[in-house]
């Protein structure tokens, strides 16, 4: 007993060191300050702004519902103790971390998993890059609501021993409802948050596999199962009434949203004339769109002038692509909602939802009228599939996952702040600072807000941290999944010849593998299709899963083998 408190001890004192040494170089990373970015950072802090002063997302119009407001209402209550919003940011994440690397001290019986786990995730080189950590942008609230999510996953369906499924609610109810309180917070913060669910399917099957006596307990299992899905429901459900409250729509997001899919999708059917990557809607389809519908010709002197020229601009500039004649399609949703604003139909919502039906309907009537100028009915943001799609998933996926390997190679670093003085005094103000400062003014130690030497020494040991941990990564990452698929292998010939499962540890790795394949493949698909998507701020989220697979799936093998071959070995 007395070796136990001790080694627990030891862990609890190993993390609580780590913390605070990540915590105090964190501190030396400023804010970079983006504030002419409307669509990203700008709009985060004025939504926060707006929910403060009583407004809620302020005067309704194209970008109200445009992202989701989890990380405006995070910044707000941030703003509200005078914290500075990256201590805050960094704070959770600790927590989480911690909560995280005790949970596999748990499922493993190891602290020296733990403690290696706590390590990596403590140091994540993301954290000290000025365009990922940095910035005031979701991401630096999402790795802590994935990794939360994931943890709480583990704690609910994977470490519960074998008993009645009515203890184990009687015993987890808490954790449920927060599993559930995450899922919807998780949900509000970003669009794509189905990435996460295969990794949530799988701890939930292995659960689920575990429960004797189905026939009697399945009411229990559904309760059971229902506890997180109505938490959650709650959350989303709260912010969607709000938005009806203020705006007259049921929604916490217009790109889920069925009309604004559907008038998507429905300009996005008008077959091209000559097939061009990247571009949904060129001129020639433009051209068809005018003559099948009214709703569409009210977006011509749009689409064909100067917000078509900007956004245009914006894709062809950051994508470097010239000669860039068209619309690219990261870019077109932005310009579609733009001319449908100039058009006046985003005076409220009610407006907005009846303009995307009614071009919806004549686009798709005049589809009717003409087959030929039509593939079928769509209603969705995906593009129109294209046969060399597969293959150029397949090739930017193996892309994005060695810049994950690799974690993009970037150094530790600040930034000069970008904008005007009036929005820079805006973020200042409500993220309680400090940002680095703008233009080309340089801290005494020639880089941006270092004032002394204290984060002189800051810098130079997040810099040699990040270079190790890059180092590791490159190799450690993929190695894992080399032995992962390996002990898959053994762990289903088990299942075959034992009718064994296989272990918990096994179902803790496969879940975060499965984290990590679903968003690399994700983000592949976007790199081939619409947008630059193979980058580090896109995949800031799955870094701590990248960092926590080696350790999970060394310990899980060593803990493994013995009892695995030894089930395989012939009688």
Same mark, same amino acid.
């Given at each position: 007993?007395?070796? #136990? *408190?001790?080694?627990?001890?030891?862990?609890?004192?190993?993390? !609580?060191?780590?913390?605070?040494?990540?915590?105090?170089?964190?501190?030396?990373?400023?804010?970079?300050?983006?504030?002419?970015?409307?669509?990203?950072?700008?709009?985060?802090?004025?939504?926060?702004?707006?929910?403060?002063?009583?407004?809620?997302?302020?005067?309704?119009? &194209?970008?109200?519902?445009?992202?989701? *407001?989890?990380?405006?209402?995070?910044?707000?209550?941030?703003? !509200?103790?005078?914290?500075?919003?990256?201590?805050?940011?960094? @704070?959770?994440?600790?927590?989480?971390?911690?909560?995280?690397?005790? +949970?596999? $001290?748990?499922?493993?019986?190891?602290?020296?998993?733990?403690?290696?786990?706590?390590?990596?995730? $403590?140091?994540?080189?993301?954290?000290?890059?000025?365009?990922?950590?940095?910035?005031?942008?979701?991401?630096?609230?999402?790795?802590?609501?994935?990794?939360?999510?994931?943890?709480?996953? *583990?704690?609910?369906? @994977?470490?519960?021993?074998? #008993?009645?499924?009515?203890?184990?609610?009687?015993?987890?109810?808490?954790?449920?409802?927060?599993?559930?309180?995450?899922?919807?917070?998780?949900?509000?913060?970003?669009?794509?948050? *189905?990435?996460?669910?295969?990794?949530?399917?799988?701890?939930?099957?292995?659960?689920?596999?575990? #429960?004797?006596?189905?026939?009697?307990?399945?009411?229990?299992?559904?309760?059971?199962?229902?506890?997180?899905?109505? !938490? /959650?429901?709650?959350? @989303?459900?709260?912010? =969607?009434? %709000?938005?009806?409250?203020?705006?007259?729509?049921?929604?916490?997001?217009?790109?889920?949203? /069925?009309?604004?899919?559907?008038?998507?999708?429905?300009? +996005?059917?008008?077959?091209?004339?000559?097939?061009?990557?990247?571009?949904?809607?060129?001129?020639?389809?433009?051209?068809?769109?005018?003559?099948?519908? &009214?709703?569409?010709?009210?977006?011509?002197?749009?689409?064909?002038?100067?917000?078509? #020229?900007?956004?245009?601009?914006?894709?062809?500039?950051?994508?470097?692509?010239?000669?860039?004649?068209?619309?690219?399609?990261?870019?077109?949703?932005?310009?579609?909602?733009?001319?449908?604003?100039?058009?006046?139909?985003? =005076?409220? !919502?009610?407006?907005?939802?009846?303009?995307?039906?009614?071009?919806?309907?004549?686009?798709?009537?005049?589809?009717?009228?003409?087959?030929?100028?039509?593939?079928?009915?769509?209603?969705?943001?995906?593009?129109?599939?294209?046969?060399?799609?597969?293959?150029?998933?397949?090739?930017?996926?193996?892309?994005?996952?060695? +810049?994950?390997?690799?974690?993009?190679?970037?150094?530790?670093?600040?930034?000069?702040?970008?904008?005007?003085?009036?929005?820079?005094?805006?973020?200042?103000?409500?993220? =309680?600072?400090?940002?680095?400062? $703008?233009? $080309? /003014?340089?801290?005494?130690?020639?880089?941006?807000?270092?004032?002394?030497?204290?984060?002189?020494?800051?810098?130079?040991?997040?810099?040699?941290?990040?270079?190790?941990?890059?180092?590791?990564?490159?190799?450690?990452?993929?190695?894992?999944?080399?032995?992962? %698929?390996?002990?898959?292998?053994?762990?289903?010939?088990?299942?075959?010849?034992?009718? @064994?499962?296989?272990?918990?540890?096994?179902? %803790?790795? &496969?879940?975060?593998?499965?984290?990590?394949? +679903?968003?690399?493949?994700?983000?592949?698909?976007?790199?081939?299709?619409?947008?630059?998507?193979? =980058?580090?701020?896109?995949?800031?989220?799955?870094?701590?899963?990248?960092?926590?697979?080696?350790?999970?799936?060394?310990?899980?093998?060593?803990?493994?083998?013995?009892?695995?071959?030894?089930?395989?070995?012939?009688?």
């Amino acid at each position: 007993m007395k070796n #136990q *408190i001790n080694s627990i001890s030891i862990l609890w004192s190993g993390i !609580a060191v780590i913390g605070v040494f990540s915590l105090w170089l964190r501190m030396a990373f400023p804010i970079h300050a983006v504030s002419w970015a409307s669509h990203d950072d700008l709009l985060f802090v004025k939504h926060a702004v707006d929910i403060g002063l009583g407004n809620w997302l302020g005067d309704y119009n &194209s970008l109200t519902l445009s992202k989701g *407001i989890g990380y405006s209402l995070f910044m707000l209550v941030n703003h !509200a103790t005078g914290l500075p919003l990256k201590f805050s940011e960094h @704070v959770l994440y600790l927590a989480t971390a911690a909560y995280f690397s005790v +949970t596999v $001290a748990q499922l493993y019986r190891s602290r020296a998993a733990a403690l290696v786990c706590f390590f990596l995730l $403590a140091f994540i080189p993301t954290a000290w890059v000025a365009g990922a950590g940095g910035r005031v942008v979701r991401e630096g609230l999402y790795i802590s609501q994935s990794l939360l999510l994931l943890t709480l996953g *583990i704690r609910c369906w @994977v470490l519960p021993h074998t #008993q009645t499924v009515m203890s184990q609610i009687n015993r987890q109810w808490r954790t449920l409802i927060a599993l559930g309180l995450v899922a919807g917070w998780f949900w509000i913060t970003r669009e794509e948050g *189905i990435w996460l669910a295969p990794s949530m399917v799988l701890m939930m099957g292995y659960w689920l596999l575990r #429960q004797a006596d189905w026939r009697l307990q399945w009411r229990a299992i559904l309760g059971f199962l229902s506890i997180p899905l109505l !938490a /959650s429901s709650l959350v @989303v459900l709260t912010i =969607n009434t %709000v938005n009806y409250a203020f705006y007259g729509t049921f929604r916490n997001n217009d790109f889920r949203s /069925s009309d604004y899919q559907a008038g998507y999708g429905a300009l +996005t059917r008008i077959r091209h004339d000559n097939w061009q990557r990247y571009v949904l809607f060129p001129k020639d389809a433009r051209e068809k769109a005018y003559e099948m519908s &009214s709703a569409a010709r009210e977006l011509k002197p749009f689409f064909d002038g100067n917000v078509g #020229q900007h956004w245009l601009a914006a894709g062809c500039n950051q994508t470097q692509t010239s000669p860039c004649p068209e619309i690219l399609s990261g870019w077109f949703m932005w310009a579609l909602r733009d001319a449908v604003a100039h058009a006046g139909h985003y =005076n409220s !919502a009610r407006d907005s939802r009846a303009f995307y039906s009614r071009l919806s309907a004549e686009i798709d009537e005049g589809c009717k009228q003409r087959p030929r100028d039509c593939l079928p009915r769509r209603k969705t943001l995906l593009p129109p599939w294209h046969v060399g799609y597969v293959g150029d998933t397949l090739e930017a996926s193996l892309a994005v996952f060695q +810049t994950l390997s690799t974690l993009g190679k970037i150094p530790a670093h600040t930034q000069a702040s970008e904008g005007d003085n009036k929005h820079l005094a805006l973020f200042d103000a409500v993220t =309680n600072g400090t940002l680095t400062p $703008a233009g $080309a /003014s340089n801290g005494a130690w020639g880089e941006h807000t270092l004032k002394s030497p204290r984060d002189h020494l800051r810098m130079h040991w997040a810099q040699r941290l990040t270079t190790w941990i890059t180092t590791l990564s490159t190799y450690a990452l993929p190695s894992a999944f080399v032995f992962w %698929v390996m002990w898959s292998a053994v762990a289903g010939l088990q299942l075959l010849r034992k009718r @064994v499962l296989p272990p918990a540890a096994w179902w %803790v790795a &496969s879940a975060v593998a499965a984290g990590i394949v +679903t968003r690399v493949v994700l983000l592949g698909f976007l790199e081939a299709t619409s947008i630059p998507s193979n =980058n580090m701020l896109y995949l800031f989220p799955l870094v701590p899963f990248s960092l926590a697979m080696p350790p999970l799936v060394l310990w899980g093998v060593l803990r493994s083998l013995p009892h695995l071959t030894g089930q395989l070995k012939p009688r």
